[in-house]
């Protein structure tokens, strides 16, 4: 069973950064593929990132070049550096784990096994 904990998430004004973290219990290790997802009221649940057990990065579009995905293994942390925030990244954050070495289509939510709670972004 892996346990999965969101925080860092916040008010910021737009333009602003914050950063997410993601830590991780249970049995999960380096091998997961580990993935960002986000949901605004009213809207259905989007990809955001994600990163493959080797390191390589995917992203959405629409955060490309303003967000970061990165992971400490040793720490079974995974991060979420957002920065030119804008109205439109409002939603709640939530991380998600598959134990497969690869994401392969990794947006497919459907396709992770575990989820946290997630973490609220406000941007305004």
């Known amino acids: 069973h892996v346990q999965l904990v969101e925080s860092g998430g916040g008010s910021v004004q737009a333009g602003g950064s914050l950063r997410l973290s993601c830590v991780a219990s249970?049995?999960?290790?380096?091998?997961?593929?580990l993935g960002w997802f986000r949901q605004a009221p009213g809207k259905e649940r989007e990809g955001v990132a994600a990163i493959d057990s080797d390191g390589s990065t995917s992203y959405a579009d629409s955060v490309k070049g303003r967000f970061t995905i990165s992971k400490d293994n040793a720490k079974k942390t995974l991060y979420l550096q957002m920065n030119s925030l804008k109205p439109e990244d409002t939603a709640t954050y939530t991380c998600?784990?598959?134990?497969?070495?690869?994401?392969?289509?990794?947006?497919?939510?459907?396709?992770?096994?575990?989820w946290g709670q997630g973490t609220q972004v406000t941007v305004s």
């Open positions: 249970g049995h999960l290790d380096s091998r997961f593929c």
């Open positions: 998600a784990a598959k134990p497969t070495f690869f994401c392969g289509v990794w947006s497919r939510a459907g396709t992770y096994p575990y």
